[in-house]
């Protein structure tokens, strides 16, 4: 009766075995998907059938949890030149048991240990533009080193979604740019070459890069740019601006005035070919730069019917421009849903100077009665 119950409990537990293994191949993909990967990368030894979907499953993310985890819990009794091998000797291994196309690869790199300038590098660069990578993220931690991207990397001609963090690009001559990129985030990059980023792409999105000029060619009649996205950059070049009639999130901001405190161009030319804008982010900086305008006082020549959204980021109310910037915009913008202000807390009452002391009462008073587009629409002061 023993020998029956252990054969029961073996049937059973085989038969639980069988089940796991037998699940459709999209299932299996699916629980690795939710995975990190080295959680994933350890279902290899349920049985051969999970071993063999790890090893074809499209995505592999190195993020700063596992690249954690194999420096402190591994390697944390070696000193860094042999922490440094280790890493990268553990990241080819993964790729050497890797049999399908890499298509989804994300890479951290902490800021100790810069594993970007071992020539393992360039190899997984290599690796995953040979096997048609679709989205790829490198996050490069250590500030004070960047990046500098190899040429394989301008070859992922199917990437459709990139995102690089303190890294150096510098396309090769005669590169014709990127034929799927939809998508692209873009931090603490220096660009060196003129080059494109194709003409599929909807969204871009810049912070405290240098040489963006280098993507002039981007900004042509035929892009397709729905949302932009320009954040503390040496540089915003205002001819962009005259064609992106196409896009619906705009955010430009600046940490300090220019060293010229030149002032370059008007709100209203600023947007006015932007009839699909619903989305608006400037900061107190950047309206500052912009010039008044004769417009600027009363409202934009061509009304923002589609502004719902609209934030306004370290505003100055008791300086007169930025007041009046934010009064024309809210005043051209007819279905406003959500207007938030949030307001600069620098201020220096021993030199603050204004043309009417009642100025700001009377600015608060008026957007505050201007009329909604709807009940739920909301006005927050920040």
């Given amino acids: 009766m023993a020998s029956d119950a252990k054969t029961r409990k073996f049937e059973y537990g085989g038969a639980a075995v069988d089940r796991i293994s037998s699940l459709p191949t999209s299932l299996m993909d699916s629980i690795l998907e939710g995975l990190p990967t080295d959680d994933a990368a350890r279902t290899s030894v349920i049985s051969k059938t999970w071993r063999d979907v790890w090893r074809m499953h499209p995505r592999i993310h190195l993020d700063e949890n596992l690249i954690s985890e194999l420096v402190f819990e591994k390697f944390s009794e070696l ?13 080819t291994d993964i790729f050497s048991a890797h049999r399908g196309p890499v298509l989804d690869f994300l890479l951290f790199i902490p800021e100790n240990l810069p594993i970007h300038q071992t020539l393992d590098m360039a190899i997984w660069i290599r690796n995953i533009s040979d096997s048609g990578v679709r989205k790829l993220k490198l996050l490069n931690e250590s500030l004070y080193n960047p990046f500098i991207v190899p040429s394989h990397f301008f070859s992922c001609s199917q990437l459709t979604h990139l995102t690089l963090v303190n890294c150096e690009l510098n396309p090769p001559f005669g590169f014709g740019g990127f034929c799927n ?8 990059v220096g660009i060196y070459a003129d080059m494109s980023l194709g003409t599929q792409l909807k969204e871009l999105d810049m912070e405290v890069c240098t040489g963006i000029e280098h993507l002039g060619c981007q900004f042509n009649c035929e892009n397709k740019l ?46 006015h070919n932007m009839p699909r804008l619903s989305s608006l982010f400037l900061d107190g900086f950047f309206l500052k730069i912009l010039k008044p305008g004769a417009a600027t006082f009363m409202r934009l020549s061509r009304t923002m019917e589609n502004l719902k959204y609209l934030y306004l980021h370290c505003i100055e ?32 009452l021993k030199t603050l100077t204004m043309k009417d002391p009642t100025d700001v009462f009377r600015i608060s008073q008026e957007v505050e009665q201007i009329p909604r587009a709807s009940k739920s629409a909301q006005i927050q002061w920040m």
């Fill in 226 to 271: 729905t949302s932009l996205r320009i954040v503390d950059c040496e540089a915003i070049y205002y001819q962009w601006f005259e064609c992106i009639q196409k896009l619906q999130v705009l955010e430009l901001g600046m940490n300090e005035l220019p060293s010229s405190g030149k002032q370059v161009i008007t709100l209203d030319k600023l947007v």
């Fill in 79 to 91: 000193d860094e030149h042999t922490q440094l091998f280790e890493l990268s000797r553990t990241i």
């Fill in 181 to 188: 990129l939809i998508s692209v985030e873009l931090k603490y």
């Fill in 317 to 348: 109310l008791y300086e007169w421009d930025q007041s009046q910037h934010v009064l024309c915009l809210v005043r051209s913008s007819p279905n406003l849903q959500l207007l938030k202000i949030d307001l600069l807390k620098r201020i220096k």
